[in-house]
């Protein structure tokens, strides 16, 4: 079975179904140290401004991923982190790589070197995700943060451009 997903960039407007699949991978307790949804103007404000893209399947978002900068420091500027999430009635459809892929592409375009992720140790399908497109497994941070009462470890991965300036 083949389906058509568009991928397009997001803007507030989207922010209603992409804050919804947000609180599905917070609900997930091993996708994001996050509790809760932020605003519109908090997530804006954490992340880059280009490389926000979409997943739409028959008019439905589907999924969403996104930059966020590692640093202010100039040296750092080609540097970002990576955030990606699929709504659950579409995981394991090959939409993740999709969105993955192009966000690597765009991410080249805009002057980025080098993606990271840094990914709960237990969530297995996004770290073979990851390393599907290239990322590699650089690190493990061992009980780095506890969320409702419970330590958790978290893989650390990155990409490195084979474009770089």
């Known amino acids: 079975m083949s389906i058509e997903v568009e991928i397009t960039n997001f803007t507030k407007q989207d922010w209603p179904n992409i804050a919804t699949i947000y609180k599905e991978g917070i609900d997930t307790g091993i996708a994001t140290f996050e509790t809760t949804v ?65 966000l690597i592409t765009e991410s080249e375009k805009e002057g980025f070197w080098t993606l990271q992720a840094g990914i709960f140790s237990k969530n297995n399908a996004s770290i073979k995700l990851h390393t599907n497109v290239g990322f590699r497994i650089i690190g493990y941070r061992e009980k780095v943060a506890k969320l409702n009462h419970i330590w958790y470890d978290n893989i650390i991965l990155e990409r490195r451009s084979k474009k770089i300036i």
């Open 38 to 102: 932020p605003t519109w103007e908090q997530w804006d404000t954490s992340h880059i401004n280009s490389c926000r893209l979409k997943a739409v399947l028959n008019t439905e978002t589907v999924g969403w991923a996104a930059l966020a900068p590692t640093s202010k420091r100039e040296v750092y500027k080609g540097v970002a982190e990576v955030s990606i999430y699929i709504t659950s009635k579409h995981r394991n459809l090959g939409i993740g790589k999709l969105l993955l892929t192009n």
